[in-house]
């Protein structure tokens, strides 16, 4: 069971309400009289709880599980012990995140301004919204319909926040629109300056950041992560798109919907990346490049050049996977090779 000082238990739940969460098939051993109080790893859980199976490296723990109830794929429905319940689907990692969401969900918003906040008197405030110890909402600022503004969060003027939002602690908001039901987490930064000068022998003057960030929809934007306003152009960041802790963006760049972007990337200015591509940690992107829709990026990767759509590439610069592999195979035989020859 997870820690109850930081998670608020719900359910219980039996069989047939979790398959419909999952949207999953019923197999296995009868337990339709079980009611299943909460989710456990495979190698902690007992008679009353579900868990779930996604990587085959952990099959032995699977056929050795005490799990009641177990979300699997097909595949291997075969390897289950006999006293547990399946719920049977292609993805069981997706049915585990709703269970474990319907177990879990998140903490009632508490409506109302803490008395230790500052609110504008020209902001805009939808119903159900939480505004927290320490926050402060500037002028024109709008906010949605049942969001939360977290303890010491900075809203400056004119930001736009949409419905359903919740926005952590300690946050910095500027120059941007955020769009429904975007999670910021603590230390996020987002519509700062870009890093843009006209460098010269002499100096180096700046140069006004004009644009805004647009946020769309079901964006998620981890810890301490900052992500510059543009220069004139907007900054974008796609619906669905999913940001890891510690990531940079420049101004100007622009992602698509459904991006994964692990932690410490660095996007540079004026980059576009494709819809559905996933950035590895610590990946690197100069700036100008055009990265196509569904590119994978391994992590530590420099990119230097545009990447086509539907490509894998690694390495520093970064090639494509299979010649980056062959390269790195080849430089670990003639490390092998001279080091024999040292012998």
Sequence with gaps: MADERFFKLAGPFNLNQLADIADAEIAGADRSGTIFTDVAPLSTAGATDISFLENKKYIDAFTNSGAGACLVHPSYVDKAPSDMALLVLEQPYHGYARIAAAYYPDLPIDAGVHANAFVSESASLGTGVQIAAGACVG???????????????????GVHIGSGCRIAANVTLQCCDIGDFVILHPGVRIGQDGFGFAMGATGHLK?????????????????NTTIDRGTGPDTVIGSGCKIDNQVQIGHNAQLGNGCILVAQVGISGST????????????????????GDGVQIAAKSGIMRNIDSGMTV???????????LRS????????????NANG
């Design 314 to 324: 690694g390495g520093s610069p970064a090639q494509p996977m299979k010649d980056w």
């Design 328 to 339: 790195v195979a080849a430089v670990e035989r003639l490390g092998k090779k001279k080091g």
């Design 207 to 223: 140069v006004p950041q004009l644009g805004r960030v647009l946020v769309g929809d079901n964006v998620e934007i981890g810890a």
């Design 272 to 291: 576009e990346v494709g819809h559905f591509t996933a950035i590895g940690g610590q990946a690197g992107i100069a700036g100008h490049l055009k990265i």
């Design 139 to 157: 002028d024109n600022v709008t906010i949605g319909n049942n969001s939360l503004i977290g303890a010491n969060t900075v809203v400056e003027t």
